[in-house]
């Protein structure tokens, strides 16, 4: 077992701390059952759940357990195997393929406090979450009658009767693994048959992550008492109308608020009351007499708005929400239960776009150019929080996205992750459980079963619904979901395709697009007929503009490792080794380490740079073409909305392990250069360089006609003297691509012997910069060989602190000084000098022309006190700021 360094241990601490921080309980009447959970290994525990559960049994020998949380987090928590994130540490965690499920097979024991309540109080215990299968005792009395299965699926329980006369209560959980568990074989989830199950199908290991030892088994979602009187409110439905054409500002027409809820009477006699709501100052409410032991659907009289403020993706409006409070009171006047409820008034459609020949997404009768990134989970082990989620989904509305796509090989995502979205304006294209790897698109000599059986996965397919129709009611009130997607690259057996598509959403959910499956005939079809997905590699800049892929593509990436900061994270120092690529073969070799990582290979773009030198110059070298890429990709695909593309969705922005690819900024919250190109090459308004035809174009992604605006073409050499090309006035219509000038010319005669930098700069009638973008140019042999003759940068930084948790960097570039070539800006604690997490950075990796200044601003939530300031670029020797 490997012992921790104190360095490392800290970071592991840190991070567990931010993920576990405490939520608050939604309402008085709910809270969570989290801190002082004890747990043991089933084969450890001779005694039957009614006896453990019950009062007086001890506890001797019972370690603490974390919940949420799986087997693995609590194993971790407690020091029993190495952090699975670093080096290869996870080959040393047992693997329930070779353990058997009993290993794994746990108990969970929580004691708490709560009364019986007197009158027609009623006392809920609600499982948000637990994988795979379990049984529940509460205080000597099992709760369920046969083992309850299945990951996704919410239950509650009615444990009035069953309370202790003197509050003093234990519940006793015991959780079984996932069966099958699957064999980690390298396969996309391993053999397949973890996708027998109705549970998460990417724990044996995918192409992008190592296998998850203990399959995920735990109460891993949360665990709440929630006490009413005798009705109770279930699963509310909201849904918002706004017919018409909208604009993001100014008067807007009225909206209209539908409200509905189920209404279960836990007592023996009927009640009669009045189920009613609050909206923006106004009151809707409805009779209702409930009979005993009922539950009943009650629609509220639809509710006018007017002058709504409306709900808008990023970049294109406001996300404005209102506060709905849902309440039964009672003929007596007695609030029995209620449900507080953000609702963002918007409306989603789609349409088939003719001449993309995919479908559009309109957002209030809008059309929206969809610029989004593949998600699989925050974390592997399922260790979520709001502020980590929080921080997640603001790093991709700071990349300028407007949809996270939450992958199919995962789960339907937690409230608080759309709780994140809402707030920030990310649509979600949702993805329910299933992908063509393991559920039989594709032959596969990976896999146990033939394809014909894996089609019919999972084995229960009554739970699968069941689940489904749960998960839907768990988040279909939040603005931010804009899609339904019955799988990942491949549809469900067909009666459950049927009974989704046909059932389901038409009652549960009717307001939102539901595809078949993510890369769909109904998603895009090329001129071919066909659809799909991909490339996911390094491609040359010119791929992006030319060569046209699907038209509303699902998953398209790139590369994407940290620099060495972030490298340093998950590998030893033995095995920083230089990947080291051979053209002839277009191969490369890896350390182990990188390799388990699932690192892919930059080929030979590192190279164009220069060879590097070590990690360090090879990770530095690896930002420049992350940045390029990620700008480069958005803006190609951005050059042609709407007339070859709807839409695009990289493959993809983040990771739930210390995975060396596909991600915008590492596991521990450091963004590297790819979040940086993408904030850039994703700006609503946008002027860029096309390197296929040296056009230089302006792309307007907003609702807006924009007038008067400046355009500003200039080259600067090496040395960094200034070769004006031109300023021209231009005019861009609502959401649309304006060519402005063509620089091929120029370009030959500056650039060729050296490379060059050419700036690129849109300017409004007040001087003000609409949008500003360098570019760093090739020689006419394809090298970067400018930039290793750059003198030293002069650029001077200063930092001051502008409001608590917000530090203005400014970078002030002399005339007469070289280009100050992209620089990094980093917050680092003061006496570690180490950069600190997350922090969010307006913009990074800048580079600064002569004689001008940029300003970076930091925002950051941490308790660090008088941190300082990093800067490094690549004509710059890192220098550290104070801040005043």
Same mark, same amino acid.
């Given at each position: 077992?490997?012992?921790?360094?104190?360095?490392?241990?800290?970071?592991?601490?840190?991070?567990?701390?931010?993920?576990? *921080?405490?939520?608050?309980?939604?309402?008085?009447?709910?809270?969570?059952?989290?801190?002082?959970?004890?747990?043991?290994?089933?084969?450890?525990?001779?005694?039957?759940?009614?006896?453990?559960?019950?009062?007086?049994?001890?506890?001797?020998?019972?370690?603490?357990?974390?919940?949420?949380?799986?087997?693995?987090?609590?194993?971790?928590?407690? +020091?029993?195997?190495?952090?699975?994130?670093?080096?290869?540490?996870?080959?040393?965690?047992?693997?329930?393929?070779?353990?058997?499920?009993?290993?794994?097979?746990?108990?969970?024991?929580?004691?708490? +406090?709560?009364?019986?309540?007197?009158?027609?109080?009623?006392?809920?215990?609600? %499982?948000?979450?637990?994988?795979?299968?379990?049984?529940?005792?509460?205080?000597?009395?099992?709760?369920?009658?046969?083992?309850?299965?299945?990951?996704?699926?919410?239950?509650?329980? $009615? @444990?009035?009767?069953?309370?202790?006369?003197?509050?003093?209560?234990?519940?006793?959980?015991?959780? =079984?693994?996932?069966?099958?568990?699957?064999?980690?074989?390298?396969?996309?989830?391993?053999?397949?048959?973890?996708?027998?199950?109705?549970?998460?199908?990417?724990?044996?290991?995918?192409?992008?992550?190592?296998?998850?030892?203990?399959?995920?088994?735990?109460?891993?979602?949360?665990?709440?008492?929630?006490?009413?009187?005798?009705?109770?409110?279930?699963?509310?439905?909201? &849904?918002?109308? &706004?017919?018409?054409?909208?604009?993001?500002?100014?008067?807007?027409?009225?909206?209209?608020?539908?409200?509905?809820?189920?209404?279960?009477?836990?007592?023996?006699?009927?009640?009669?009351?009045?189920?009613?709501?609050?909206?923006?100052?106004?009151? &809707?409410?409805?009779?209702? #007499?409930?009979?005993?032991?009922?539950?009943?659907?009650?629609?509220?009289?639809?509710?006018?708005?007017?002058?709504?403020?409306?709900?808008?993706?990023?970049?294109?409006?406001?996300?404005?929400?209102?506060?709905?409070?849902?309440?039964?009171?009672?003929?007596?006047?007695?609030?029995?239960?209620?449900?507080?409820?953000?609702?963002?008034?918007?409306?989603?459609?789609?349409?088939?776009?003719?001449?993309?020949?995919?479908?559009?997404?309109?957002?209030?009768?809008?059309?929206?150019?969809?610029?989004?990134?593949?998600? @699989?989970?925050?974390?592997?082990?399922?260790?979520?929080?709001?502020?980590?989620?929080?921080?997640?989904?603001?790093?991709?509305?700071?990349?300028?996205?407007?949809?996270?796509?939450?992958?199919?090989?995962?789960?339907?995502?937690?409230?608080?992750?759309?709780?994140?979205?809402?707030?920030?304006?990310? %649509?979600?294209?949702?993805? *329910?459980?299933?992908?063509?790897?393991?559920?039989?698109?594709?032959?596969?000599?990976?896999?146990?079963?033939?394809?014909?059986?894996?089609?019919?996965?999972?084995?229960?397919?009554?739970?699968?619904?069941?689940?489904?129709?749960?998960?839907?009611?768990?988040?279909?009130?939040?603005?931010?979901?804009?899609?339904?997607?019955?799988?990942?690259?491949?549809?469900?057996?067909?009666?459950?395709?049927?009974?989704?598509?046909?059932?389901?959403?038409?009652?549960?959910?009717?307001?939102?697009?539901?595809?078949?499956?993510?890369?769909?005939?109904?998603?895009?079809?090329?001129?071919?007929?066909?659809?799909?997905?991909?490339?996911?590699?390094?491609?040359?800049?010119?791929?992006?503009?030319?060569?046209?892929?699907?038209?509303?593509?699902?998953?398209?990436?790139?590369?994407?490792?940290?620099?060495?900061?972030?490298?340093?994270?998950?590998?030893?120092?033995?095995?920083?080794?230089?990947?080291?690529?051979?053209?002839?073969?277009?191969?490369?070799?890896?350390?182990?380490?990188?390799?388990?990582?699932?690192?892919?290979?930059?080929?030979?773009?590192?190279?164009?740079?220069?060879?590097?030198?070590?990690?360090?110059?090879?990770?530095?070298?690896?930002?420049?073409?992350?940045?390029?890429?990620?700008?480069?990709? %958005?803006?190609?695909?951005?050059?042609?909305?709407?007339?070859?593309?709807?839409?695009?969705? @990289?493959?993809?922005?983040?990771?739930?392990?210390?995975?060396?690819?596909?991600?915008?900024?590492?596991?521990?919250?450091?963004? $590297?250069?790819?979040?940086?190109?993408?904030?850039?090459?994703?700006?609503?308004?946008?002027?860029?360089?096309?390197?296929?035809?040296?056009?230089?174009?302006?792309?307007?992604?907003?609702?807006?006609?924009?007038?008067?605006?400046?355009? #500003?073409? +200039?080259?600067?050499?090496?040395?960094?003297?200034? !070769?004006?090309?031109?300023?021209? =006035?231009?005019?861009?219509?609502?959401?649309?691509?304006?060519?402005? @000038?063509?620089?091929?010319?120029?370009? +030959?005669?500056?650039?060729?012997?050296?490379?060059?930098?050419?700036?690129?700069?849109?300017?409004?009638?007040?001087?003000?910069?609409?949008?500003?973008?360098?570019?760093?140019?090739?020689?006419?042999?394809?090298?970067?060989?400018?930039?290793?003759?750059?003198?030293?940068?002069?650029?001077?930084?200063?930092?001051?602190?502008?409001?608590?948790? !917000?530090?203005?960097?400014?970078?002030?570039?002399?005339?007469?000084?070289?280009?100050?070539?992209?620089?990094?800006?980093?917050? &680092?604690?003061?006496?570690?000098?180490?950069?600190?997490?997350?922090?969010?950075?307006?913009?990074?990796?800048?580079?600064?022309?002569?004689?001008?200044? !940029?300003?970076?601003?930091?925002?950051?939530?941490?308790?660090?006190?008088?941190?300082?300031?990093?800067?490094?670029?690549?004509?710059?020797?890192?220098?550290?700021?104070?801040?005043?």
């Amino acid at each position: 077992m490997r012992h921790f360094t104190f360095k490392q241990s800290a970071l592991i601490l840190s991070v567990v701390f931010f993920m576990a *921080m405490t939520e608050t309980s939604s309402a008085q009447t709910s809270y969570e059952l989290k801190a002082g959970w004890k747990c043991k290994a089933a084969t450890a525990v001779s005694e039957t759940g009614d006896k453990i559960s019950a009062e007086g049994y001890q506890l001797n020998g019972w370690q603490p357990a974390t919940v949420p949380g799986t087997v693995l987090t609590t194993q971790l928590n407690n +020091k029993q195997v190495p952090d699975p994130f670093y080096g290869m540490n996870n080959k040393q965690i047992p693997d329930i393929y070779v353990t058997g499920r009993d290993y794994y097979t746990y108990w969970f024991i929580k004691d708490f +406090k709560e009364v019986k309540p007197a009158g027609d109080g009623q006392v809920y215990l609600n %499982m948000r979450g637990v994988n795979y299968g379990y049984n529940l005792f509460l205080n000597g009395h099992q709760l369920n009658d046969k083992v309850l299965q299945g990951m996704f699926l919410r239950r509650s329980f $009615n @444990i009035t009767k069953w309370l202790a006369k003197n509050g003093n209560n234990r519940l006793a959980v015991i959780v =079984f693994p996932p069966d099958p568990v699957g064999n980690p074989n390298g396969g996309q989830g391993g053999d397949g048959t973890i996708a027998r199950n109705v549970s998460i199908q990417y724990t044996p290991g995918w192409d992008w992550i190592q296998p998850i030892h203990d399959r995920n088994t735990g109460i891993w979602d949360k665990v709440t008492i929630e006490k009413t009187a005798g009705v109770r409110i279930i699963d509310p439905h909201v &849904v918002t109308l &706004v017919p018409g054409v909208r604009q993001s500002s100014g008067v807007q027409k009225p909206a209209t608020i539908q409200v509905s809820a189920q209404l279960e009477n836990a007592t023996g006699k009927a009640i009669s009351g009045y189920l009613k709501y609050n909206l923006d100052g106004k009151a &809707v409410s409805k009779k209702v #007499t409930l009979q005993p032991g009922v539950t009943t659907e009650v629609k509220l009289k639809d509710y006018t708005l007017q002058n709504p403020k409306l709900w808008w993706p990023n970049g294109y409006g406001q996300q404005n929400l209102y506060h709905l409070n849902l309440q039964f009171v009672t003929a007596a006047n007695k609030i029995s239960d209620q449900k507080n409820i953000e609702v963002g008034v918007r409306q989603l459609t789609s349409e088939w776009n003719a001449h993309t020949q995919s479908r559009q997404i309109n957002v209030n009768g809008q059309k929206i150019f969809i610029k989004g990134g593949n998600w @699989i989970v925050s974390d592997e082990m399922l260790r979520f929080s709001n502020a980590r989620y929080d921080a997640e989904v603001r790093f991709h509305r700071d990349m300028n996205l407007n949809l996270i796509r939450v992958w199919g090989g995962a789960l339907i995502e937690r409230p608080e992750f759309y709780e994140a979205c809402d707030k920030y304006g990310i %649509m979600v294209f949702q993805d *329910m459980w299933g992908s063509g790897d393991c559920n039989g698109r594709w032959q596969d000599p990976k896999k146990l079963d033939d394809q014909a059986t894996r089609r019919k996965y999972p084995d229960d397919h009554a739970l699968y619904i069941r689940s489904i129709e749960d998960q839907v009611k768990m988040v279909r009130n939040y603005p931010s979901l804009a899609i339904w997607c019955g799988g990942n690259e491949i549809t469900q057996p067909d009666d459950i395709l049927k009974a989704v598509r046909d059932t389901i959403m038409p009652a549960l959910d009717n307001t939102r697009w539901f595809v078949d499956f993510s890369n769909s005939l109904d998603m895009s079809k090329t001129e071919k007929g066909t659809n799909g997905d991909g490339p996911y590699g390094i491609q040359p800049l010119s791929a992006f503009w030319a060569h046209k892929t699907y038209p509303f593509n699902s998953e398209v990436g790139s590369v994407g490792i940290g620099d060495y900061e972030s490298l340093k994270r998950i590998i030893p120092e033995k095995n920083m080794v230089v990947p080291e690529y051979d053209p002839a073969t277009h191969k490369e070799s890896i350390d182990s380490v990188w390799r388990y990582h699932t690192y892919i290979g930059y080929d030979d773009f590192i190279d164009k740079y220069g060879k590097a030198k070590d990690v360090r110059d090879f990770a530095e070298k690896a930002q420049l073409v992350n940045y390029d890429q990620y700008r480069g990709l %958005m803006e190609g695909f951005s050059s042609h909305m709407w007339d070859w593309y709807t839409g695009t969705i @990289i493959w993809k922005t983040q990771n739930p392990w210390s995975a060396m690819r596909g991600q915008m900024y590492d596991y521990y919250l450091d963004p $590297n250069a790819c979040l940086y190109g993408l904030h850039n090459g994703s700006a609503p308004v946008h002027i860029m360089f096309n390197p296929t035809d040296s056009t230089v174009k302006v792309v307007n992604n907003t609702f807006a006609n924009l007038k008067h605006l400046t355009a #500003t073409v +200039k080259l600067y050499q090496i040395n960094g003297d200034e !070769k004006p090309i031109t300023t021209l =006035f231009q005019d861009i219509n609502a959401s649309s691509v304006a060519d402005v @000038i063509n620089i091929r010319k120029e370009l +030959k005669i500056i650039a060729a012997d050296h490379g060059a930098f050419l700036d690129l700069r849109l300017t409004d009638d007040q001087k003000n910069i609409v949008s500003d973008n360098i570019y760093w140019l090739a020689d006419k042999y394809g090298q970067y060989s400018g930039l290793n003759e750059m003198p030293p940068s002069t650029v001077m930084v200063s930092a001051k602190q502008v409001a608590k948790g !917000k530090i203005a960097v400014t970078l002030s570039n002399p005339k007469q000084a070289p280009v100050a070539f992209f620089n990094r800006v980093s917050l &680092v604690n003061p006496t570690t000098k180490q950069r600190v997490m997350p922090v969010f950075y307006s913009d990074n990796y800048v580079s600064v022309l002569p004689g001008e200044q !940029k300003t970076v601003v930091l925002d950051y939530d941490l308790n660090i006190t008088k941190p300082k300031v990093a800067v490094r670029g690549w004509n710059l020797v890192e220098e550290l700021v104070d801040v005043k």
